[in-house]
T-cell receptor, first 107, second 114 residues
Framework: EDQVTQSPEALRLQEGESSSLNCSYTVSGLRGLFWYRQDPGKGPEFLFTLYSAGEEKEKERLKATLTKKESFLHITAPKPEDSATYLCAVRNDKIIFGKGTRLHILP | ETGVTQSPTHLIKTRGQQVTLRCSSQSGHNTVSWYQQALGQGPQFIFQYYREEENGRGNFPPRFSGLQFPNYSSELNVNALELDDSALYLC?????????????FGPGTRLTVL
């Protein structure tokens, strides 16, 4: 069964304290792995697409990496405005989302 | 370039009623997907439309149906509403259906079923 599991469910960090979020997946015929950011009461905001193992993408304080079984979203020196839920999704013939990681950055 | 818009923003219905939610896709996008997001959960795929045809469906019963119009806007219809249908309904548009192109989401419609 196709599945996406994100960990941890929630994470509290001090401002400037770097960390990583994990997305483990089992899916046949992967056609892309996506990271989104979602603020409360809003729709997800696209961050990255990764297509093959070894691929990396960066945007400001965020860096996404992909292996054959998982993806990591690394957050370097986070700021309070990085607080949000981060969602991972994979695509084969449909898109499957994980439950997300709620990230809270304390000032 | 306009983003994805959805209407209404909030809606309250009672069990057994029917509801129609609307979505205007981002300019130039020909593919629209609908998702249901319960509180504290990730979005769950309902179905996708490409050039006015359904192009994939998740594990939702037939009382969830949709339409896509020639201008690529879309509707989600839900019949015989149940309490568990209370959720945030998200619409997302993308440029092409076959590649893993990123989807751009609207702000969602919050549906409450009493």
């Amino acid at each position: 069964e196709d599945q996406v599991t994100q960990s941890p469910e929630a994470l509290r960090l001090q401002e400037g304290e770097s960390s990583s979020l994990n997305c483990s997946y089992t899916v046949s015929g992967l056609r892309g792995l996506f990271w989104y950011r979602q603020d409360p009461g809003k729709g997800p905001e696209f961050l990255f697409t990764l297509y093959s193992a070894g691929e990396e993408k960066e945007k400001e304080r965020l860096k996404a990496t992909l292996t054959k079984k998982e993806s990591f979203l690394h957050i370097t020196a986070p700021k309070p405005e990085d607080s949000a839920t981060y969602l991972c999704a994979v695509r084969n013939d449909k898109i499957i989302f994980g439950k997300g990681t709620r990230l809270h950055i304390l000032p | 370039e306009t983003g994805v818009t959805q209407s209404p923003t909030h809606l309250i219905k009672t069990r057994g009623q029917q509801v129609t939610l609307r979505c205007s896709s981002q300019s130039g996008h020909n593919t629209v997907s609908w998702y249901q997001q319960a509180l504290g959960q990730g979005p769950q795929f309902i179905f996708q439309y490409y050039r006015e045809e359904e192009n994939g469906r998740g594990n939702f019963p037939p009382r969830f149906s949709g339409l896509q119009f020639p201008n690529y806007s879309s509707e989600l219809n839900v019949n015989a509403l149940e309490l568990d249908d209370s959720a945030l309904y998200l619409c997302a548009s993308s440029l092409a259906v076959d590649r893993g192109n990123e989807q751009f989401f609207g702000p969602g419609t919050r549906l409450t079923v009493l």
